[in-house]
């Protein structure tokens, strides 16, 4: 039996890209972090498709260096019980023009490689699996993120003659 067993091949990451998923969502965040009311950064937004009210989206600065951020960012709510609120703290290399996610939900951290099968069952490319993931939340978030109502120019009466 010893000769015909194989052992599995080591998963060697790509660095290239998961490099390429860091820079796109650097870019993507620094597009979400220019909304602004009254000169002020909006840190919440609501996500709407046409008249459909999708969720609520909050950015959260928790510690800020001279070349890096830590972001958190959360759904604070959604229309839908089936949805889970994604929850992520994001590294933001404003050196490099690179965001990288060092957390999901909870405040484990995200290792670059895991031995598979492990006791987490976490996938052997977790780090760019979860880094891939925020990227399609963000272009979501681009997509469908509008000002939420407290800050509209203006009110459902006004202007109307």
Not at 114 to 130: A, L
Not at 134 to 156: I, K, N, T, V
């Amino acid at each position: 039996m010893g000769e015909w067993t194989m052992k599995p091949k080591r998963y060697v990451p790509d660095l290239r890209q998961l490099g390429a998923l860091c820079d796109g969502n650097y870019r993507r965040l620094q597009k979400l972090r220019q909304l602004e009311v009254d000169g002020k950064p909006v840190c919440e937004f609501e996500l709407h498709r046409e008249n459909h009210y999708l969720g609520r989206v909050r950015i959260q600065v928790l510690q800020t260096a001279r070349f890096t951020e830590t972001l958190l960012l959360e759904q604070v709510h959604n229309s839908g019980r089936w949805l889970n609120n994604p929850q992520m703290t994001v590294r933001v290399y404003h050196d490099a023009s690179m965001a990288e996610v060092i957390s999901c939900y909870r405040d484990r951290q995200i290792a670059p490689v895991n031995d598979y099968p492990n006791r987490f069952m976490h996938h052997p490319d977790e780090k760019v699996q979860v880094n891939g993931f925020l990227a399609d939340w963000l272009d979501y978030c681009l997509r469908f993120g509008h000002l939420p109502m407290e800050h509209a120019a203006w009110s459902a009466g006004e202007g109307v003659d």
